[in-house]
């Protein structure tokens, strides 16, 4: 392995010395990231409203009503719209809003135990990806026609994704129910790759919770652990998710000018929450644990720690709460489960 790209060294050889530094080099970036990796998104639309219908006052054990809206913006190509599923709890409040970009487009999913989350404090909403745009090389259905892509910069379908659950921001930020100061944006696996994004390009997203997001998500991609996923797996089995200047580094690694602590640095001084599982080898889990550790000079020169923890890998059942970065190994399989969402609650509520 050759070594790691400097994240502390802006792209013309000077050192990032200062907090002000951080805030030019997190742009570069940002900016390298979708160059080589995500693509480009564009800039935001102008205007974003939503429509709100309720679908049940009093839902589950009745300490939370659910709507559907139907959030519309503008684009060079006309309105594009999607639905989002919302839960807040029925006591008068403000509560911190928790995003979940997820799978399939039920509200109550085997990855959202929406009564734990809503009872903890936390309303709740949730983007179905397929709303946005099909998971395949079909760049003619949703979200995607509507702007032109350039075939080596463009944008891959996981910044389509994380570009519209940012719209998703722009409408909750209004409502009163919403605490907007904590805003948390969570997914899994590629959707996990999509929330890390997500935070790294929109600052309003104070939490980041990225579970089991492995290659192009937490994970290193130069430092590879037996049985786990590499560029070339994924540019071969899923090339939609990217830019068409990511498939340069199928089997060469090397030459990125990034690595993915890059991704993770991003979101730096913010809150970023990794979750793996004990069983997760294809996502790489150790290679996470270690980008973790390679981001944390992004928080440190903001005059804070980033991941605190141990280097080794973490053992079965660890959590690393005590920094702005939460790593935690939860036992079993790749999952959205309850434990990976009890991990992160417990670390928001420690910081809010
Ligand atoms: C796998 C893919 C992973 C991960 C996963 C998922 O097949 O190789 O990178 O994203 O899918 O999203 O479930």
Redesign the pocket.
Known sequence: MKLLPDLMTFADGTAVLTKNDWIERRKEIIDILSREEYGYMPPAPKAVTGEAKREEDRCCSGHAYKERINITFDTPKGDFSFPVNFFVPVKEGKYPLIILINFRPDAYDKYCPVEEIFDSGFAIAQIYYEDITTDDEDFNNGLAPHYERDKDTGWGKISMWAFSISRAIDYFMKREEIDSENIIVAG????G?TALWCGANDERVKFVCSNGS???GAAYERLKHKGA?TVD??VR??PQWFCGNYKKYANNADAMPFDQHFLIAACAPRFVCVGDASEDL??DQYSEQLACIGASPAWKINGKSGYVGVKRPAKVGERFPKGEICYHMRDGM?FFGRADWLSFIKFIKSKI
Do not use: Y
Request: with cysteine; aromatic share 12%; glycine share 6%.
């Open positions: 899994h696996s590629r959707l790759k492995g290659c192009s996923e797996d994924i089995r899923f294809w996502a790749h």
